[in-house]
């Protein structure tokens, strides 16, 4: 942001932003509604969530799910969640492939009242994006106590806070090589788990609107 605005530093405060209070761990017995709703098994899917257009790198995804291994890409399928956007034709005509294929399953919009039950029951969440003014599913994912696989590119890294898989963004072979280490390692995924969810709890709105007032504070 630094490069492509041209200020100086100083004149620069990054305010994190933060998950809502209802993205948070489910039981079994709530994961229920909304996994029987939309036909998910829970645990036995990753995830993405995010409109469909070109940033956020969901060709890449897909082929670098197509690279897994055919046991893993039918035990854990892709799922994605989010709208069409621009420039999708082509991104929605390879994850159609890949539904006829029977490891990939596009969801488009759901009723949000089900969206932190499917981050909650997914076995990781797969967050490529190739640039984000902030990356919001990554903390929606991590207070939901599920692992995050996203890029070391853009802002991801920072929002993560050290608590994700970083991957190459603009490399296949890297991204699935990611993918199939976050699916496979459970020693990782419960490490991610609870990384992943004292970076959650690090961030809040209310400390989002205190540092917003101290800037504030500070011009007038």
Known sequence: MLARALMPPERVTAIHLAADAVFRPHTPAMLAP??????LRAGRYSLFVGTVEPRKNIARLIEAYARLSRDLRLTWPLVLVGGPGWHSEAIHARMAQ?????????LSFIDQRWLPAVYA???LLAYPSL?????LPIVEAMACGTPVLTSNASCMP???????????????????HGLARCLEDEAWLVQARTQGLARAAALSWDRCADETVAVYRQLS
């Open 158 to 176: 920072e929002v993560a806070g050290g608590a994700a898989h970083l991957v190459d963004p603009l490399d296949v072979e890297d991204l699935a």
């Open 131 to 135: 640039y984000e003014g902030f990356g």
């Open 121 to 123: 029951g997914a076995r």
């Open 34 to 39: 909304a996994m029987q709703a939309l036909g």
């Open 98 to 106: 890949a539904q006829a294929e029977g490891w990939l399953r596009y």
